[in-house]
Nanobody
């Protein structure tokens, strides 16, 4: 059974940092593109960062560029999102997802496997 499990969310003050993890199990994700989406109440799901299967290509939303870093550790079958200089507007449920090809895609519908989400709350 394929599973993605996020961890590392929590409550942090503005300006603080968190590192989210996405642990995959059930198969190797080493060649799959992976992504972080987030969804705040009343808002659409937003692609935050993505990383290709090779790890050589990354994408960041304009709102997080320079503050967030996506990475992957294939031997551990785990992806990370390091979030620095957090702002109240970063508050959301963060989801990791994967598709079964190496190239990332912008739409959530392009991703096959999803985690259950982890809450990130940034207080002012």
């Amino acid at each position: 059974q394929v599973q993605l499990v996020e961890s590392g969310g929590g409550l942090v003050q503005a300006g603080g940092s968190l590192r989210l993890s996405c642990a995959a199990s059930g198969r190797s994700f080493s060649t799959y593109a992976m992504v972080w989406f987030r969804q705040a109440p009343g808002r659409e799901r937003e692609r935050v960062a993505a990383i290709s299967g090779s790890g050589k290509n990354t994408y960041y939303a304009t709102s997080v560029k320079g503050r967030f870093t996506i990475s992957r550790d294939d031997p551990k079958n785990t992806m990370y999102l390091k979030m620095n200089s957090l702002r109240p507007e970063d508050t959301a449920v963060y989801y990791c997802a994967s598709r079964t090809v190496p190239i990332t895609a912008p739409q959530a519908s392009e991703y096959t496997y999803w985690g259950q989400g982890t809450q990130v709350t940034v207080s002012a």
